[in-house]
Structures are given as structure tokens and as C-alpha cells.
């Protein structure tokens, strides 16, 4: 059994199936419960299952972290949500410091079984602050798994994955693709595991390796190409840490060419993680350098000029096209 | 001013009714002198090179075992570098704290049941910690509360009124004990807030401030002990200032002598908290100098044993470092694991 559902509602399914299976999990964050969330994700969860568990926090995300945090170390197996990623900084302290921490801090005595999901990306033409993809700076930090769906199985396989993870994970979703997306999900519980990527369209010419928001542009762009009788290999991280080094490594091996697309700005990105990797494991299968398409290292632009910040199909297909030129 | 609740004055004279009998004043005095031995070993084993920076907290220790007596063993713990005593008093091993002072991760890591949290290094995130596991108590509905201890320095950071104001909304059960000893390393209390007292911005929280002499071992004990009950019946958070003097350094990288006045460091010398317990149990006829050389000789041997067994244990091996930051170890760390290893047995 299966039913079409966006994103949004996909990750709704997934808490509301982990709040009724584990009286453990909870739900803290800025309007999660009456509001049901400034993108109704967790709509209707809190007259299901109370004040208790779906709680409405005061606006204070080192607050909500950092009681997250406690309320993990205690047994509870606490989902918190910061609104948007561009409010993500004021816990930063939190996650460094300590939610990464606690389990080497105490040689595994105590643990922090938490996720932390947080809508990131442009795309919607939002105010400043409300379009950031930081997600290098939560994967550079040790101790944190990170993972991006790009699809609404995928959101409800890994969001119930890292509830039950027994460390902390860092939950990104790209919020353009809350709503542009519907897919057949399964009804069922369904438990994706973290830290394997994913071949979403199988190819020879060239791999596209995405995560989250650019996943659907990657795949936009292969379009773009096969017009052409390019055949690229679409390949979708979905877990940023841990990598699926191997996955990436065999579909270089394949193709020979690879281009690596982040929406976050280049430098220090992720892009380029992935670029040394394929560098130090598949240099000699390369039939031309590993090329980037990413934002660019500005702040990212307001609603008027946010298309020429993006990587659109075009810009991955124009820079494919020199890539197998070259 | 707010009146600083007082039951035993610096020479010795009762105020009030003491909140326990002499055979338990003569426990906390003991372990008292235990704390402030262990803290004198801490920073001679700096000086000689075997621990890392130390923290000293000579002069809280009434501050510390006098909230931490009013306890009970399952409820969490979560305080700072500058609190071994409660710590310890509570159940965390003094070979433990040692060893984390030594630079050994095992340090952060007490005995299976201890409900305490490794020492808090950063100042004033802990806090929340403790709002978390309070909470978490709560919506399990085990009878525990939590306790965090924290200095004056903690209550300019965010995180403070983070904590305090979750605190106050979902009713948790936490005590905030700060030791306030009137020093943030070198800024004073009255350059760090506007505020009369610190506990009076308790009211911006709904919750009760109690101030009270935190080298009263008497005094804290009883607001502590109120705090605790208020909790354990529902009544939700209590702030306790406890006014203490850190008597030594911030820690033994540093030197007070340039921002504190020696007259100051002399006055608060004479109202060492160790000495007026001393006072009053010697007028009750329950302190001798042969007691006090029979405990301090007992405790003394117990420190010697935890600093040798802390010293004794074995290095980690490097492969250590990887192996504790996830439940199962990532591909990569295997990997890194792998190339330190080779890398330093080419070495």
C-alpha cells in the first residue's frame, strides 16, 4: 500500500509513526505544535499527541538545542526543529560543543540519540536568512551524522532511520522541494538506512553527484542532456556523513567524468570534499578534472536575484558539456 | 540590599536552628576537608607537571557539599570544572576527576548508575543540560531532579537565560545553584550586571531567588534542601546565589594578584567556610585536634590512592581517539583509524 504524498507530508507520516510507536520520541520547536510548523510539517501531530509531546518552545534555538540535548541524555529520543537554517547559528554552541560531543566526552557512558531537522535552501524567494545551505559546517563538525532527502520516500525512510539512530543527526530539508515533489510512498513504516547514496538515474557519459535541493536540478539537467544523446549518470549523496565513498568511487569508475553540484557557496563546501575524494581514489579512471557548480561565495541573493545565485538545469548542463568536451 | 540568609555566622555563633545533628555536620565537615586536601593536591600535581591547567575551588566548599547533601543519589548532577566536591561527594571518583585534569578522556566517563555529567568546560551551555534532564525526568516520571552548578561569569551568557526560562515555562525540576565568588577570572560581579543580586533575577523567570552566605554550610544546605523539595513536589525551579570567594586563582595559569585587592583576598580568608564549622563543632565539644589529624590523615590516603590509580592506568592507545565518536564507526574513521596507526608505527 502506498499513497502520493509531498515531502512535507511524507516527513509528517514519518513523526507521526515514530510518536506512535516510541513514547520516547517527542517534538520540540518554534510553532511545531499549534501551528503545526511555518510549513505545516508537523500539522496536526500535536492535538493527536498533546502538549506533552509536540511542545511549543519559546523562540530560543540555543534553548530548544540545549534542552534537547538533556532530554536525549535522559532517555527521551527528543526531534527538534529550528526553523529555518539561517536560525540554526544561535545553537551552533550547542551542537559543536556538546551534542557531538557527549558520547567521546564520556567514552560512551552517555549519548545524545537526538536529530535536529532543519529546513535549509533557497529557491522560494524568502527574506534574508531564510535561503542558507550551511550544511558544510555541520559536516566538518566530528561527532554528527548529516543527511539531505531529496525525494518524499526518502524523507520518510531516513527521518525514521535517525530517530532511531544512537547518535545525533543533523536533518536538513530542502525547503523548495517541500511541496514541487509528490511520489508514491509506502503507507507502512519504512526505515532507509543513513550513510548510503543512491543511483537515481543510471548512466555512462558523465555522474552528476547531488544532494537535497539540487538533486532535482541534477536531474533537470540530465534531461537537458540526454536531448542531446548524453547519457549522465545521476548520482544523489543523500548522506553528507557519513559519505558513501564507495558508491561514488564505482560510478567514476564507470563514467569518468564527474561533476559535483552544491547549492551552498563554493569555498569549503562539500563539493570540494567530494572532488578530493574522487581525486585520491579514482584519478586514474578520469577522463577530464572533476568539475564544481555551485552558489557562488556571496551572500546568497534576495528574492530578485536568488536565479542567478542557483545552480539551474542550464548551468549544469552547460558546464557537462564542457566537461565532456574537454 | 536583599538580606543574605545566614545561619551560622563567620565566628562560629548559630543564628538559627541548624538543619541537622552534629554526628551529620561532622560527616559534611569531613568531607569538606577531604575536598579542599584534594584541591590542594590538584594544583601541587599541577605544578609538578602531572595534571593539566587546574581549576581550584578552595573557598566553595561549603557552597558545594552543602547543596550537593541535599540530594539524593539518582538525581543528575551537572556542573563545572570548578566543582570536584560536589561532584565527588555526589559519587564521581576522585581518580576520575583527576584523570580528566590529567588530559585522559576516560576522566569523562563515571561509573555506570552515577547520574553526573562529565565536568562542564564551557561556560553556561550546561545549563540547559540540566533543564533537558530535569524535563526528561518529568515525561518518564521518575522522581528525580536535576542540579547545576555554575559561577557569576555563567550568568551573562545567553545560555543562562535559555535555561532559566525553559525552566519556568515547562515547570522543571532543576536547581540553579550559583556560586557566585564575586570574580568572572578578573571582572568583578558588579561589572558583569546591573542586577542588585543575582538572584533576584530569579522573578524575570517565575521562579524563586534565594541568596543566601555560601560559606555557610548550614545556610546552603536549607535553601537547598527547600529548592529540592519545591521540585520534587511539582513547585518547579529554584535560582540559589550562594556568596562564596574562589580564595585561589581562576585556575593555576592565572595570577588574581592583578585584579583583586589582598585585603579583599584576607577578609574572605577569615570567613573560610572550613573554619567556622570548625568553630561551631569545637563549642558543641565535637572537634579535637586529634579528630582532625585522624581525618585529615584517612582522607589524605584516599587522595594518594586515587592520584596512583589515576596515574597507574595504562595510555590509550591512539586507536582510542576514533572510537568513541559514534556508536558503530563510520567507513571514514575506519579509515583515519587505519592511516594514524601506519603512520605511527612507521614512526
Request: glycine letters at 10%; hydrophobic letters at 45%.
Amino acid at each position: 500500500m502506498s499513497t502520493s504524498l509531498t515531502m512535507a507530508q511524507a516527513i509528517n507520516q514519518a513523526l507521526d509513526a515514530a510518536l506512535a510507536s516510541d513514547p520516547r520520541v517527542m517534538i520540540l520547536g518554534e510553532d511545531v505544535g499549534r501551528a503545526g510548523g511555518v510549513f505545516r510539517v508537523t500539522d496536526g501531530l500535536q492535538q493527536r499527541y498533546g502538549e506533552g509531546r509536540v511542545v511549543d518552545t519559546p523562540v530560543a534555538e540555543s534553548g530548544i538545542v540545549g534542552a534537547a540535548f538533556g532530554l536525549a541524555v535522559g532517555g527521551m529520543r527528543p526531534v527538534a526543529e529550528l526553523q529555518f537554517m539561517g536560525f540554526s547559528y544561535p545553537a551552533f554552541d550547542q551542537v559543536i560543543s556538546h551534542v557531538s560531543r557527549i558520547r567521546n566526552r564520556s567514552r560512551h557512558r552517555f549519548t545524545a540519540p537526538l536529530v535536529i531537522r532543519i529546513p535549509y535552501g533557497g529557491g522560494i524567494g524568502a527574506a534574508e536568512h531564510h535561503s542558507e545551505s550551511a550544511e558544510a559546517i555541520y559536516a566538518h563538525t566530528p561527532g554528527l551524522k548529516v543527511v539531505v532527502p531529496s525525494s518524499p520516500s526518502d524523507a520518510k525512510g531516513m527521518l525514521l532511520a535517525a530517530i532511531e539512530d544512537p547518535d545525533p543527526v543533523i536533518f536538513l530539508e530542502p525547503i523548495r522541494l517541500y511541496r514541487a515533489i509528490r511520489e508514491e510512498v509506502p503507507l507502512e513504516r519504512i526505515v532507509t538506512p543513513l550513510g548510503e547514496a543512491r543511483v537515481v538515474r543510471e548512466g555512462s557519459d558523465v555522474t552528476l553527484i547531488a544532494w537535497g535541493s539540487m538533486l532535482r536540478e541534477s536531474s533537470l539537467a540530465a534531461d537537458l542532456l540526454e536531448e542531446e544523446g548524453v547519457d549522465a549518470e545521476v548520482l544523489d549523496m543523500r548522506s553528507l556523513v557519513p559519505l558513501d565513498v564507495d558508491a561514488l568511487i564505482e560510478s567514476v569508475h564507470k563514467t569518468g567524468r564527474a561533476l559535483v553540484v552544491q547549492e551552498a557557496p563554493r569555498n569549503g563546501g562539500l563539493a570540494g570534499e567530494v572532488a578530493a575524494l574522487i581525486q585520491e581514489r579514482a584519478l586514474y579512471s578520469l577522463q577530464a578534472p572533476v568539475v564544481r557548480v555551485t552558489g557562488w561565495d556571496t551572500v546568497f541573493p534576495l528574492k530578485r536575484s536568488e536565479h542567478h545565485y542557483l545552480p539551474s538545469p542550464a548551468r549544469i548542463a552547460g558546464a557537462a558539456r564542457q566537461l565532456l568536451a574537454s | 540590599m536583599t538580606a543574605v540568609e545566614q545561619i551560622l555566622t563567620p565566628d562560629g555563633q548559630l543564628l538559627g536552628e541548624p538543619p541537622f545533628g552534629l554526628d551529620e555536620t561532622r560527616r559534611l565537615y569531613r568531607a569538606m576537608v577531604a575536598a579542599r586536601l584534594y584541591d590542594r593536591k590538584g594544583s601541587a600535581l599541577q605544578r609538578q607537571g602531572r595534571l593539566a591547567t587546574y581549576a581550584p575551588f578552595e573557598g566553595q566548599e561549603a557552597a558545594q557539599i552543602g547543596s550537593a547533601a541535599a540530594l539524593r543519589s539518582d538525581d543528575w548532577m551537572v556542573a563545572t570544572y570548578r566543582d570536584a566536591a560536589a561532584m565527588w561527594f555526589h559519587g564521581y571518583p576522585w581518580a576520575l576527576l583527576l584523570l580528566g585534569r590529567m588530559g585522559d578522556e576516560r576522566g569523562g566517563s563515571p561509573p555506570e548508575g552515577v547520574p553526573i555529567l562529565p565536568p562542564s568546560i564551557t561556560v553556561g551551555a550546561h545549563m540547559l543540560h540540566a533543564v533537558g534532564l530535569a524535563w526528561a525526568a518529568t515525561l518518564q516520571a521518575q522522581d528525580r531532579l536535576a542540579i547545576t552548578y555554575f559561577g557569576d561569569g555563567a550568568t551573562s551568557e545567553g545560555d543562562f537565560h535559555e535555561a532559566m526560562n525553559f525552566a519556568g515555562v515547562y515547570r522543571a525540576p532543576v536547581v540553579f545553584l550559583c556560586e557566585n565568588n564575586l570574580y568572572a577570572i578578573s571582572l568583578r560581579r558588579d561589572r558583569q550586571t546591573a542586577s542588585e543580586t543575582i538572584a533576584t533575577k530569579a522573578v524575570g523567570y517565575g521562579m524563586p531567588g534565594v541568596l543566601v552566605d555560601g560559606n555557610d554550610l548550614f545556610a546552603v544546605y536549607r535553601a537547598t534542601a527547600a529548592a529540592v523539595s519545591r521540585a520534587r513536589s511539582g513547585g518547579g525551579p529554584t535560582l540559589i546565589e550562594a556568596l562564596t570567594y574562589r580564595l585561589g586563582p581562576h585556575t593555576t595559569a592565572d595570577d588574581p594578584g592583578r585584579y583583586r585587592d589582598p585585603e579583599e583576598e584576607a577578609e574572605w580568608r577569615s570567613r573560610d567556610p572550613l573554619a567556622r564549622i570548625r568553630r561551631f563543632l569545637a563549642q558543641q565539644g565535637a572537634w579535637d585536634d586529634a579528630w582532625q589529624q585522624e581525618i585529615e590523615r584517612e582522607e589524605s590516603s584516599g587522595i594518594e590512592a586515587a592520584v596512583a590509580a589515576a596515574e597507574a592506568l595504562p595510555l590509550q592507545g591512539p586507536e582510542e581517539i576514533f572510537e568513541a565518536m559514534f556508536a558503530e564507526m563510520t567507513q571514514q574513521l575506519r579509515e583515519q583509524q587505519r592511516e594514524l596507526l601506519a603512520a605511527e608505527g612507521e614512526a
